[in-house]
């Protein structure tokens, strides 16, 4: 089976920087993504990473190592419209389904 | 383009009912998968498919049938609803190409079960 791991909840100050960290196990990983939700709307896509190294896209970076199966999305100048949760999710399988993770918390304060 | 559309938006039903949730794609995906969240649980896979008249199970598909006659549509069936499915419902699909991997969802159906 799949399983991912990221923190339940992070806590940061506007116009601060914050990374949240995902680990994984699989087999047959394509890549990892990261989704952002805010309360009450449906998920929306950040990032991908294919390759080891990091991706960045605005204040949104992202990272991956194939070998230690660890990613993480980097989230700079915070704005108080952060607030929201973040998904990390593996590609994953012979069909490439995309399982995620239990999602991360994150609340920007003034 | 509408992007992924679920309808309906919410529903009730009682324990031991059968319904449809219905869900449409107007981007020619080839994927297309069925997620339910539930608080604290994250997005967990229904089931999914890779193109019509193909379908999967993903991490969590008992009590739900699905599927694809279609590329564009792709409903999840309830076939005798239970407490345990009160959940939101999100429907999402993504092309195949893994270079850029992103898939898109739809608005969502909150779906409670008495």
């Known amino acids: 089976g799949q399983s991912l791991e990221q923190p339940s909840e992070v806590t940061a100050v506007e116009g601060a920087i914050v990374q949240i960290n995902c680990t994984y196990q699989t087999s047959g990983f394509y890549g990892l993504s990261w989704y952002q939700q805010h309360d009450g709307g449906a998920p929306t896509f950040l990032s991908y990473?294919?390759?080891?190294g990091l991706e960045e896209t605005g204040r949104f970076s992202s990272f991956l190592s194939r070998s230690d199966s660890y990613g993480y999305l980097l989230l700079q100048e915070l704005q108080m419209k952060d607030s929201a949760s973040y998904f990390c999710?593996?590609?994953?399988?012979?069909?490439?389904?995309?399982?995620f993770g239990t999602g991360t918390l994150l609340a920007v304060q003034p | 383009n509408a992007g992924v559309t679920q309808t309906p938006k919410f529903q009730v039903l009682k324990t031991g009912q059968s319904m449809t949730l219905q869900c449409a794609q107007d981007?020619?995906?080839?994927?297309m998968s069925w997620y339910r969240q539930d608080p604290g649980m994250g997005l967990r896979l229904i089931h999914y498919?890779?193109?019509?008249?193909?379908?999967d199970q993903g991490e969590v598909p008992n009590g739900y049938n699905v599927s694809r006659s279609t590329t564009e549509d792709f409903p999840l069936r309830l076939l005798s609803a239970a407490p345990s499915q009160t959940s939101v419902y999100f429907c999402?699909?993504?092309?195949?190409?893994?270079?850029?991997?992103?898939?898109?969802f739809g608005p969502g159906t909150r779906l409670t079960v008495l």
């Open positions: 999402a699909s993504r092309n195949r190409d893994r270079s850029t991997d992103t898939q898109y």
């Open positions: 981007m020619n995906h080839e994927y």
């Open positions: 999710a593996v590609s994953t399988g012979a069909t490439n389904k995309l399982i």
């Open positions: 498919s890779v193109g019509a008249g193909i379908t």
């Open positions: 990473n294919a390759l080891d």
